[in-house]
C-alpha cells in the first residue's frame, strides 16, 4: 500500500519546538518533491514549506520562515519538518504531500500535489 503517513504532533506551550515525520511506505520519496500544509479548523489548507527531489530546493511560507526548517532523509525514506518557536497560531493539522517531479525547484501549493500522495495529517496544538 501506497502511504504517506505523518508523526510527531502534540501539545506543546508559546514558544516550544516539535519535530513532525513525513514517512513514505510502499515507495521511495527519492524522485518525489515534499510540501507541508497545514489547515486550522475555519481555514483553508495552506502551505508551509516544501523541498525539492533532491534536497537543494526549500521554500517556506512568511509566517513561519526563520521558525521552521524542512529536510529529508532519504535513507529513512522520510521528510521533517522542526518547527521552533511555535505560536498560538501555528495550531492546525499538519499534512506532507508527495509529487514526483524532475524540478529542480519545490513548490508550495496545493495544485502542485494534486496528482501525487497526501497523508491524514498530525494535529498540532499550541497553548499554555
Known amino acids: 500500500q501506497l502511504q504517506l503517513v505523518e508523526s510527531g504532533g502534540g501539545l506543546v506551550q508559546p514558544g516550544g519546538s516539535l519535530r513532525l515525520s513525513c514517512a513514505a511506505s510502499g515507495f521511495t520519496l527519492d524522485y518525489y518533491a515534499i510540501g507541508w500544509f497545514r489547515q486550522a479548523p475555519g481555514k483553508e489548507r495552506e502551505g508551509v514549506s516544501c523541498?525539492?527531489?533532491?534536497?537543494?530546493?526549500?521554500n517556506y511560507a512568511d509566517s513561519v520562515k526563520d521558525r521552521f526548517t524542512i529536510s529529508r532523509d532519504n535513507n529513512k525514506n522520510t521528510v521533517y519538518l522542526q518547527m521552533n518557536s511555535l505560536k498560538p497560531e501555528d495550531t492546525a493539522v499538519y499534512y506532507c504531500?508527495?509529487?514526483?517531479?524532475?524540478?529542480?525547484?519545490?513548490?508550495?501549493?496545493?495544485?502542485?500535489?494534486?496528482?501525487?500522495?497526501w497523508g491524514k495529517g498530525t494535529l498540532v496544538t499550541v497553548s499554555s
Open positions: 523541498i525539492s527531489s533532491s534536497g537543494g530546493s526549500t
Open positions: 504531500a508527495a509529487v514526483v517531479t524532475v524540478q529542480a525547484m519545490c513548490i508550495m501549493t496545493r495544485t502542485y500535489y494534486r496528482m501525487g500522495y
